[in-house]
């Protein structure tokens, strides 16, 4: 480890003990002795006293409230709060705050409290000693979204940034968790599920469906989770897996004894999104004709002579040319919601038993795709004996897809969709004009692909199968020490289908250039991961003034993962799909197999004093196969304190104040993020002309490891007028040191280069969350809140102080430069367009054509700002920072309104100040070559219209009006109703009918599809729409019954 960042540690650590014991030395002046409080407890909403309250002093001693809800208890002097709890009522810790006499009230279990237990790594706390960055997402089985990514997305949690990747039904989201920690490792956070890591990184990266990815939160049915925690500082007890955060989830376990039934089912309407406006036939027409005698190629008359300029109604293809087709409307469809769950729970003293089964259906808004899920769960708590106890969690789900080919790709419907010409038709017709179910094949015009056929021909589909199961053993050795044993397995094996008919799509060529029709490929990946997290917990109270809890542990994970990857053409016919039934010149086979390990030794401590003051260390030693072998381990420490203010005497006649906490941490963390063997030296195949050979995939640099975060995080907890308050601020610091970065080498050495610790980055800001019932009455209540986080980014250093990245395929340059935030857009101003050759000739800029000669920009052109004043020619010294992705805020807003048993919530989720550059705009705009362009290209500069700011069509665009410029970027800010529900449950039956709506209406001035965007975890490749589908508006209705 850097020995100034383990100086920089020690020093912090050594701060935050003396400040943390200075308040409690501060505070001895205290009796030991004992006394009595006596009090009522009434209910918050109608002050009624409330009888057969729970009221105890830790574990010194326990009351009941009366009739009247009066109570007296004896309590240590010295002790800071009451807890108490209610079968019908929030449980509710109380700050005595020195005081004998007091009264209390209490809300009813819907009330958000912020007292509730916090589901922490090693065990369940209090809400009041957690001293770290936590945000907690409650499960809400009456409202629970299709998937487990689809609960945290609509920054509903605070400091978290989480994406859906698109609006493929189950994909799932990237989470970003207080922004960007690395350039090149991974960026998303560690899933913990019910104490088990999930690997997230590896699996999946080679789909042969291109847009799509495995989501192992997908394979989790929502109604099955309790609830999701976020920790958002420096989680050491997970050492070099928690740069990123890390998110726990936990499932539903059993508590009562009672055997329950919940069943519940919706169904529902996905609707498919506005269009982007494309020319009509005419407007087309006009263009392509434009186009094609700009382009050289024809001469006027013979562009008139082309069958689809043919105006004769006798003409054989008149038909074929002559349609009005919106292509959008062809392959946008609203598709049916169905899903039904059951679950039973029940058991005795010695066992309790959850089981739960589930099946949806969720159809996508491109017609033909679907995504099909089973899940079952199981748990069982039993008590073996007095001492022994065993757990056990066994889930298996199975999904189906039905896909397509995502983005900027000739195979893909939306693209296809926006590019094929209007006046063409999806079928053809026979002699006597009427349409038959024969597809029209590919285009003569551009070459492109029929959306139709991508959507009801070609196969493009996935299906996954996951097991998950673990025992938990739990021995208590002593009143004071237990032993407890999680071991686990996780499969997953997904296989993959593609077939491209001939009629109707584009051929396809491979890496050398050999055309490619009936395409089949096949790919069948699996990874199997075992699982042990085994620890020693030793707790101790002392006279109810002293709290310890002592762990420590060993952590294992080992993973065995699998590939294979097959391809073979031109088949004998469309009917032939199977890969044996292509041509065998055609086959191509590969594939992996690979495995890695990680062993964790780890130690958590914590103490509290009199229930008011916390400290919290956890120090974990980390070992991982995935780095080099003198950095294979790594040491990551973590402190955080807390001190409850609102415990204090001096607060005893504060009445507004229930709750004042102040917390600080600061620890060390890594990112294991890097891929599976990037520090070792290993040889790939390749083929060249006519045989075939092996180069270096990668050179070994024993040195490589893990990127090291030191993140410092200062909170403060508010609670005003009896809980009907909230609010918490917390201000973070994150820095990480030893980047890795992609070192260049000569190409003699048969690799491009090698990564290497090299670059350091700073990422600090703040988070506000508030919430607030500002009316509570027996009959209404109206809840509002929400949250607003801010995060900066600044590059520290660099190898070569910048680094720029051409990203192919969407005409796109990013930079990483010293000083500046991460993943900027780099391209060239703009300042209008030249509306007449006076204006041209008057600025006298010029462009480089292919063989290198300096030509004029004319009349029509986009005017490009000459950054580098040292000569006349736009080229690229003239590129400068013309976007930034990352957000100046983001958050969310929610208000819930209840009247007697019914209940209409709303949450708006937002962003502000982020810019995203309109990728699928630059290709429907750009006007270099023969696709249908959007509504705007109508208003292209012509010589009859010069006073436009869409410039002059050219084909094949030598000038470089569509270079990557500020004309494709624009403001992603939005607003967003991300849910609406209004529910009902009847007094005389337990269930609930519920009727919500998702993605009602978005507030934006962008002009793509969809504003919110994330078509790739890479920390600075974000903000670009790549033209992936769209999120969809939903809307569902459903019942929960239960019995």
């Known amino acids: 480890m850097n020995y100034l960042i383990m100086m920089k540690i020690k020093n912090t650590y050594s701060l935050l003990f003396i400040l943390f014991f200075g308040i409690i030395f501060a505070s001895q002046g205290q009796e030991k002795s004992n006394k009595i409080v006596t009090g009522t407890v009434l209910n918050a909403t109608n002050k009624e006293p409330l009888a057969g309250v729970n009221v105890r002093a830790g574990n010194f001693s326990s009351v009941l409230t009366d009739e009247k809800g009066t109570f007296s208890i004896k309590v240590p002097d010295g002790r800071a709060t009451l807890i108490l709890s209610s079968q019908e009522f929030q449980d509710k810790e109380v700050a005595l705050r020195g005081r004998s006499k007091i009264e209390i009230k209490i809300n009813k279990k819907d009330f958000n409290t912020y007292y509730t237990d916090v589901n ?89 469906i291109r847009g799509y990815s495995y989501d192992p939160l997908s394979d989790i049915n929502p109604k099955d989770i309790a609830n999701i925690t976020v920790i958002k500082d420096a989680a050491s007890i997970y050492g070099s897996r928690a740069a990123n955060g890390v998110i726990l989830i936990e499932t539903n376990k059993t508590d009562d004894v009672t055997t329950k039934i919940d069943f519940y089912a919706q169904a529902g309407l996905n609707i498919s999104p506005d269009n982007i406006r494309m020319m009509n036939a005419d407007q087309y027409k006009t263009y392509l004709s434009n186009q094609l005698n700009n382009s050289g190629l024809y001469t006027n008359s013979e562009i008139s002579n082309l069958p689809y300029f043919n105006e004769s109604t006798s003409f054989q293809d008149y038909e074929k040319y002559h349609n009005s087709t919106d292509w959008q409307k062809q392959v946008f469809d609203d598709n049916y919601v169905n899903e039904y769950y059951l679950k039973v729970t029940g058991g005795d003293e010695i066992a309790k038993y959850g089981l739960s089964v589930g099946y949806s259906t969720n159809g996508g808004v491109i017609s033909n795709s679907d995504f099909e899920r089973f899940t079952t769960r199981f748990n069982a708590d039993t008590n073996i004996t007095d001492r022994l106890s065993l757990s056990t969690n066994l889930s298996v789900s199975y999904t189906d897809r039905s896909l397509y080919d995502d983005g900027l790709l000739s195979t893909s419907p939306i693209f296809s969709a926006l590019n ?120 101790l109270n002392v006279d109810n003034i002293h709290d310890f809890s002592i762990n420590l542990g060993v952590r294992y994970n080992q993973n065995d993962y699998e590939n294979s990857y097959s391809i073979s053409g031109n088949s004998g016919d469309d009917q032939f799909t199977s890969l044996n039934n292509g041509n065998r010149d055609t086959f191509v086979t590969s594939g992996n197999i690979g495995n890695w390990k990680y062993a964790s030794l780890y130690a958590n401590a914590d103490y509290s004093f009199l229930n008011k003051y916390f400290v919290s260390y956890n120090l974990a030693f980390d ?27 001096f607060m005893a006649n504060n009445n507004l104040i229930d709750k004042l906490k102040l917390r600080a941490s600061y620890g060390l963390t890594g990112n294991d993020g890097i891929g599976n063997y990037n520090a070792e030296s290993y040889f790939v195949s390749t083929r060249f002309l006519e045989g075939t050979g092996l180069i270096n995939g990668n050179i070994a640099k024993s040195s490589i490891r893990w990127e090291e975060t030191t993140k410092a995080n200062i909170g403060l907890d508010l609670g005003l007028l009896n809980e009907r308050v909230s609010v918490n601020l917390d201000y973070f610091n994150n820095v990480t040191d030893g980047l890795l970065n992609q070192t260049s080498i000569s190409p003699v050495f048969g690799s491009e280069g090698f990564l290497s610790n090299d670059g350091k980055l700073k990422n600090r800001g703040f988070e506000l969350g508030i919430n607030a019932r500002v009316i509570n009455t027996d009959n209404f209540t109206w809840d509002v809140g929400g949250n607003i986080s801010q995060y900066k980014n600044k590059i520290i250093s660099l190898p070569g102080d910048q680094q720029i990245y051409e990203i192919a395929g969407v005409n796109a340059t990013i930079i990483n430069k010293e000083g500046s935030a991460l993943g900027l857009f780099y391209g060239y101003k703009t300042d209008g367009i030249y509306n007449n050759a006076t204006e041209a000739s008057t600025e006298g800029l010029n462009w480089v054509d292919f063989a290198g000669f300096e030509q004029p920009f004319a009349a029509g052109d986009v005017r490009f ?22 957000p100046d805020f983001t958050g969310m807003v929610y208000n819930t309104f209840t009247y007697k048993n019914v209940s209409l919530s709303a949450i708006f989720s937002f962003s502000q100040g982020n810019d995203v550059y309109n990728a699928q705009r630059w290709q429907t705009e750009s006007m270099s070559g023969l696709a249908n362009q959007s509504e705007a290209v109508a208003n292209r500069w012509t010589v009859a219209n010069q006073n436009t700011n869409i410039p002059r069509a050219v084909y094949g665009d030598a000038v470089g009006n569509s270079r990557f410029s500020d004309r494709w970027i624009e403001d992603g800010s939005y607003i967003r109703l991300k849910t609406l529900s209004l529910s009902y449950s009847p007094d005389f039956f337990n269930a609930t009918v519920f009727l919500t709506a998702n993605n009602l209406f978005t507030i934006t001035d962008y002009l793509g599809f969809d504003p919110e965007v994330s078509s790739s975890q890479t920390s600075y490749l974000q903000g670009i729409d790549a033209g992936l589908t769209p999120q969809y508006t939903s809307v569902l209705v459903g019942v929960r019954v239960g019995l």
Not at 166 to 179: D, M
Not at 475 to 491: A, E, M, R
Not at 624 to 638: C, Q
Not at 867 to 886: C, L
């Open 120 to 208: 922490t790594p090693l065990r369940a706390k209090s809400n009041s000693s957690v001293v770290g960055a936590i945000s907690v997402r409650e499960g809400n089985i009456a409202t629970a979204r299709e998937s487990a990514a689809n609960m945290i997305t609509g920054n509903e949690v605070s400091g978290m940034r989480s994406i859906m990747r698109s609006g493929i039904p189950g994909i799932g989201s990237n989470n970003f968790i207080r922004g960007y920690n690395t350039l090149n490792s991974s960026t998303q956070p560690l899933i913990v599920v019910d104490g088990m890591m999930i690997e997230t990184n590896t699996f999946n990266n080679n789909s042969i």
């Open 865 to 886: 700002v000459n950054s580098d004043a040292s000569d006349n020619v736009i080229n690229e010294d003239d590129r400068v920072v013309i976007g930034n992705p990352n």
């Open 623 to 649: 070992s991982s196969s995935r780095f080099g072998d003198a950095k294979s381990t790594g040491i990551f420490p973590g402190l955080g304190v807390g001190w409850l203010i609102s415990s204090e005497n």
């Open 420 to 539: 094929k010409s209007p006046f063409l038709a999806p079928y053809t017709e026979n002699a006597d004009g009427v349409v038959t179910d024969v597809y029209q094949d590919v285009d003569d015009i551009g070459g492109f692909s029929n959306p139709v056929v991508i959507t009801d021909v070609a196969t493009f589909v996935a299906k996954d199968y996951n097991l998950y199961g673990q025992l938990n053993f739990g021995y208590k050795i002593s009143d004071k020490l237990t032993l407890s044993s999680l071991s686990g397995v996780n499969y997953i094996k997904n296989r993959q289908n593609v077939f491209l008919p001939d009629l109707g799509l584009s051929e396809e060529t491979n890496d050398f250039g050999d055309a490619f029709y009936r395409t089949s490929k096949v790919s069948v990946e699996s990874l199997f991961s075992v699982y042990n997290d085994t620890r020693l917990n030793y707790k």
